[in-house]
Nanobody
Framework: QVQLAESGGGLVQAGESLRLSCAAS????????MGWFRQAPGNQRELVAV???????NYLDSVKDRFTISRDNAKKMVYLQMDSLKPEDTAVYYC??????????????WGQGTQVTVSS
């Protein structure tokens, strides 16, 4: 089994920064794409940022130039540095990882989510 554990969420004021961390553990042969999603009340869950095993990244347009995703393959961790936070960034943030566990195909795993609240 694979578990993803997020940390780093909290309450901040607009313009401040947060760094989210996600640690993967369990039966992991390799970690492939890893990313961060978020979901605000009444909204669809949306992809915020994704990073491949090789380090290629992609971002939601509204967070581009403010957020930075990174990973440490040796530590099996992925990070999301969030700068210049806006109230619109308020949401539950979820870590996601595509994992090869030795089975015939990979599968996606999700963290339990961490609340990020940005006040104006």
């Amino acid at each position: 089994q694979v578990q993803l554990a997020e940390s780093g969420g909290g309450l901040v004021q607009a313009g401040e920064s947060l760094r989210l961390s996600c640690a993967a553990s369990g039966r992991i042969v390799s970690l492939n794409d890893m990313g961060w999603f978020r979901q605000a009340p009444g909204n669809q869950r949306e992809l915020v940022a994704v990073i491949t095993r090789g380090g290629s990244t992609n971002y939601l347009d509204s967070v581009k130039d403010r957020f930075t995703i990174s990973r440490d393959n040796a530590k099996k961790m992925v990070y999301l540095q969030m700068d210049s936070l806006k109230p619109e960034d308020t949401a539950v943030y979820y870590c996601n990882a595509n994992v090869y566990t030795g089975m015939i195909s990979t599968r996606n795993y999700w963290g339990q989510g961490t609340q990020v609240t940005v006040s104006s």
